[in-house]
Structures are given as structure tokens and as C-alpha cells.
């Protein structure tokens, strides 16, 4: 799924080929025109485009390129996972924004968020450490203000994003604007589970390997919500024998941080008591989350309790 922004409201087009097809360096006469929709953007001075490409074969480079009203883009080039194990980064919370200030204060800091993100991505472009991961998953909080196209600018000004797959989760950060759904182009997303302005759940699959994304912020408190979408997705993929059920969600069940105490999450009929018996029930066998701003990891957990002796679960 590709997803970008342009000044053209008319024409704008994907154009889409294997890199071993190019002639001289430059697309062919006959490439690829992936259909494209437009509409106008949460920022009127722009409008978002989504294309959506399919059949790719693994293991290949493709070259693309973006065009529209006489506009064309430079070429960029990423090149599709093999089958089989592989490997991806998640983290959350980058929040670009927040450490540069409040416009209504009138007090204004470094921007230290756009130089770590830019630092971070830097290192996943270029350290061997990461030379092997397929796409990166960001589970929710991408700026701090919804709605700012500013903060988006930032988030997104970077080479990384144009060779690799990313996968976003939505984060209460991200959730009362339609702004995530204009820069994110998200694969089978509901529009009847865990819906906010920014979107729903969704899912996806990468070779075999289910990925669950679910909209968890505290406006969508309903476990029952998250496992009808649940059981949708595994009746929709029912023939498929996964080597993994992941479920990826912005806020935490567990943490060893202050939102370990947020009542939406720790009353009698909070997330924590209803969501985890329902990934129990469902199979899951990791759920990555954010929010917290730490690291942290846990035991399997049966309700508050870790289960420490691992032939409890074998």
C-alpha cells in the first residue's frame, strides 16, 4: 500500500516496475499505472493519494515513482521480503512534537523528538544489526497533536520511508483527527471495530504470521468490540496454518510505568480483566504495546499473576 501527498488534484498516478525492467535507467514506455485515489487532505494546501499494488513476487527490487498534473517524481527503490523467518523492528511512541513546545504557552524547546526519530531511523537503515528486517511496525502516538501537518512533516521527512514497509498501530496521540488516515494507507481495516476519527482495527498477514492491529485508545474501552473483530479476522483466514498470532495496540495491560494505574485499564470491567481472557481464547501468543514511553517486558501473565514456570504453558 502506498500512500503520498501532492499540490495536483487531477492525474496523479503510481508508476510501478521491476528494477531489472528499466531501459537505460528510466521507467519503459509501457510501465505499470497503478489506479489511484485522491481526496483533498486534512491539509488544504495538499491532497492525499492512496495506490495499492499487488503480486509482487518476493526477493525482488521494484522501482517506483509518483506523477500527477504534469509533476514527476524522482524514482525510489525498495525490494520485497523472501518467504519464509524473517525479522522486523517495533517500537512506539515517537510523538513528534512533543518535546518542541506549546503554541499556546508561547514556550518553544529543542526539538529533540525529530533528531532522535531521525537518529533511530538512521541506525535501522544502516546498522548490519538491522540489515535483515522486513518492515517496521509503530505502534501508535506518531506525533503529538492529531491534526498537526507540521508534526506529520517531520515524522515522515525521511529516505527510510520510501524503501521500507511500515505498519502503524492508532495511539491516543493519533485518534480525534482524520489526518492518521490521510498519511497511513492501512490493509483490511474495519470500519465497524475500534473506530475513532482516525480509523479502525485491522490485520494483516506477512508470510505466516497474522498481525492483529487493534484501536485500543480509551475511547474504545469495549473488549467485546475487539473480539468480534477478532473472531472476523479468524474466520476470514481460516485456511491459514499461522506460525504466529501477534496482536499490536497503542496502550498498555501491563507496565511497569503510571498508566499501569489509568482506570480505564485496572476497574473490574477494564481492558486489562476483559481484553486478556479473550487473547487467551483467540490463541495469541505475543501482544506489543506502547504508550508508556518505557521498556518493558513481562512473564506470561494470567490476570496479575506471572507464570514462571514455563511447563505451565508448554
Known sequence: NFTWYSTAKDANALSFVKK????????????????T??????????????????????NTEYVYMMSGNGFQSKKYTFKTGAKGDFGFVYLADPQIGASFGDANSGVFNKD?????????????????????ISFMLSLGDQVNKAWNEDEYDRFLDNDFFKKYRVATAIGNHDTNSNAYSQHFNIANESSQYGV??????????????????LNNTAEIESADDHKAFMEQVMEETKVINFKWKIVAMHESVYTISYHANDSHIIAP????????????????????????????RTYIMDGLEPITESDKYI
Open 20 to 35: 531489472s525492467e528499466l531501459i537505460d535507467d528510466a521507467m519503459p514506455q509501457n510501465v505499470q499505472k497503478i489506479p
Open 269 to 296: 470491567e477494564g481492558f486489562r480483566n476483559n481484553i486478556v481472557p479473550i487473547f487467551e481464547e483467540m490463541g495469541i501468543d505475543v501482544v506489543l504495546q506502547g504508550h508508556d514511553h518505557v521498556y518493558c
Open 112 to 132: 529533540t523528538d525529530t533528531e532522535e526519530w531521525n537518529r533511530t531511523l538512521y541506525r535501522l537503515d544502516n546498522e548490519k544489526q538491522f540489515s535483515d
Open 37 to 58: 485515489t485522491t481526496i483533498m487532505s486534512n491539509d488544504t494546501n495538499y491532497y492525499s493519494n492512496k495506490a495499492t499494488v499487488t503480486g509482487l513476487e518476493p
Open 196 to 213: 475513532t476519527a482516525a480509523g479502525g482495527n485491522s490485520y494483516f498477514i506477512y508470510n505466516d504470521v497474522l498481525f492483529i492491529v
